[in-house]
């Protein structure tokens, strides 16, 4: 049996990240491996429960260390209930969010210490990271024109908040170079797919 290989996929909302994810699941699926999709907030059923208490209302006040806690708790069930299981039967999973989210929007956005928010989700996920980290970045707003569904809480928080959160998540590349693959998101969908297929064949045996 192969490997399991985990994917994520970052970056500010409207970056393009959904359109990518399903490109490069149907890219693995037609070479006969098992993928599974994934995302966070809500890649369980307790996760979709938890996320519709962070995100279904942009008047919702939720205090910044709840906040992690809740995205913290999302992730912890879904690294033991999706996520391992997967990899252990070797297929390659895909995220569309995962840790660097937390630690961009909650340290970025949020100005949580990075330091508090790494070690509470690396304590949740019992330090499992993945293999390749695709960071799609885009001036949020550019990106923000792009979304066509109503703003959901983290969505309306605001431009500065939305540019925080981008520099912190190319502050993370920039400190871990060899997982992440940062790629300019103004570039069409079918360039960006290219580039990321052909780089996520290094990955997989």
């Known amino acids: 049996m192969s490997d399991g290989v985990f994917i ?18 149907q890219f693995w699926q037609e070479r006969g491996r098992e993928v599974v999709v994934t995302r966070e907030p809500g890649g369980t059923s307790l996760g979709k429960r938890i996320r519709e208490l962070l995100l279904a209302d942009p008047n919702e006040t939720i205090t ?3 906040e992690a806690l809740l995205f913290a708790a999302d992730r912890a069930q879904h690294v033991e209930q999706i996520i391992r299981p997967a990899l252990e039967r070797g297929a390659i999973v895909i995220t569309d969010r995962y840790l660097d ?3 961009a929007y909650q340290s970025g956005g949020r100005e949580l210490t990075a330091d508090d928010v790494k070690h509470l989700s690396m ?3 019992n330090s499992l990271l993945p ?4 960071l799609l ?3 949020p707003r550019v990106s923000h024109a792009r979304l066509t569904h109503e703003e959901d809480r ?4 605001g431009e500065n908040f939305q540019q925080r959160t981008r520099r912190a998540f190319l502050q993370l590349a ?22 990321i297929c052909a780089d996520s064949a290094n990955l997989v045996e």
């Open 131 to 134: 293999r390749r980290t695709y």
């Open 8 to 25: 994520s996929f970052e970056g500010v909302d409207g970056a393009g990240k959904t359109t990518q994810v399903e490109r490069l699941a």
């Open 101 to 103: 989210s937390s630690l």
């Open 137 to 139: 970045d885009i001036d």
């Open 154 to 157: 983290m969505e309306s928080a």
């Open 174 to 195: 920039e400190a871990d170079p060899e997982r992440f693959l940062v790629i300019d998101a103004t570039q069409t969908a079918d360039a960006i797919g290219e580039l």
């Open 64 to 66: 910044p260390r709840a």
């Open 123 to 125: 304590w949740a996920t």
